[in-house]
């Protein structure tokens, strides 16, 4: 499955500068920009949703994929290093509940919300034979704290060396990348600003099939801060991107296109519960058309990851160190029990203190049986410390070992070392305490 490429939008004119100031709820809503026409393209398409609007940007634009590069060119690699690192080892995390019983109608949904939407705009510097040519890519986020935080995807801010993030009422702000997680297509950024509406995260597991929900982004970069309404069509959909990173995602017939990408699903409550990444596509007069066929990330997978992007430093997840694929039918004619098969053990990992061993086979964990995908969620969706009681089948012989839950480390932002600490910095980042606001519907 290939991914499809937008043709660009030419985007001449140099964002505006000026003076920030706080957005408003009564802000009249902008008047429709006239879109302009997509030319068609090959094939079935799974597309992440973001917009190229100027230059020329390879392939390497739109896969996630390859290193990210966030220096503007009036920093220094040693600069930006320090003001990332005093920034994040400086937050503090608090969480306030938010009452959201009352059901509202997209309208309410919309204007509760459309200040804490952004658009995102990136410059990009491809180097084609020796020739440098600067483009530009467009995307959405959403304000995650009073203080400036922001929650976009990881495609939209790849390989970027400027990031510049534009509220409802047209003021625009530099921002700072702060961490992300590629594996998870998310991305945090900062900007400098204070007493700002941040959205209220709301709760994925609690969505069904059937729920309406709505959408608020930038779709092809040009028709800003728009809503599209539509419902959960599928949960816990397995879509593999490009490089071969799989993700269970919600799947939702809300129109998702070109620009879209970072934005926020919102449920009637206000609450967001994704945030919408992909689409299926089909540009090829040769094809059926498919329309509506959108995917967003479940909030609830990412609410930790962020926390610990912002708090730490870094990423912290539990794992248990296997590497494993499930037992092929054709060994299953020889004897071999139906499980998961560990191909390898990572050394001074929780797996192999406990014992396990390559070509061990996992047939039951805490008395269930499961495949590989189901044994990945479920050590994903684990605190470290717990407890998981596996049935190994090893060489003819019935064992039962249980293996800790460990912490794994992995850094938010690219050749940055990981050094966990509380140490508040010295840069002047202690004015500004990270606060989430959660629902908290009865």
Known sequence: MEYEEYQPYQDTQQPRQPEPVMPEYSTPHPAP??????KGAGIIALALCFSLI???VGAGGVLLAGRLNNNGSEYSQQELAVM?????????LEITTVDTDTLMTPAEVYAANVNSTVGITTSITTNFWGFQTTSAASGSGFIISTNGYILTNYHVIEDSDSITVAMYDGTTYDAQLVGYDESNDIAVLKIEAEDLAPVVLGDSDAMNVGDSVVAIGNPLGELTFSLTSGAISAMDRKITLSGGITMDLMQT???INSGNSGGALFNLYG???GVTNAKYSSSSSS???????????????????VESIIEKGYIAKPYIGVSVMDVSQENLIYG??????IQSVTEDSPAEEAGLMAGDIITAVDGEALDSDALVDLVGASQVGDTLTMDIYRQGETLQISVTVGEQI?????EESVQPTTQQSQQGWEDFPFEYFFGGRR
């Open 271 to 273: 609450e967001v519960i």
């Open 253 to 255: 017939d809300c129109a």
């Open 84 to 92: 990332v690192e005093g920034l994040r080892s400086a937050s503090q």
């Open 410 to 414: 992995q850094s938010a932002l690219p």
């Open 33 to 38: 920009e006239k879109p302009k026409k997509k």
């Open 287 to 305: 094809e059926a058309s498919i329309d509506n066929i959108g995917f967003a990330i479940p909030i609830n997978s990412v609410k930790s990851i």
């Open 54 to 56: 100027g230059g020329a």
């Open 336 to 341: 071999v029990p139906e499980g998961v098969a």
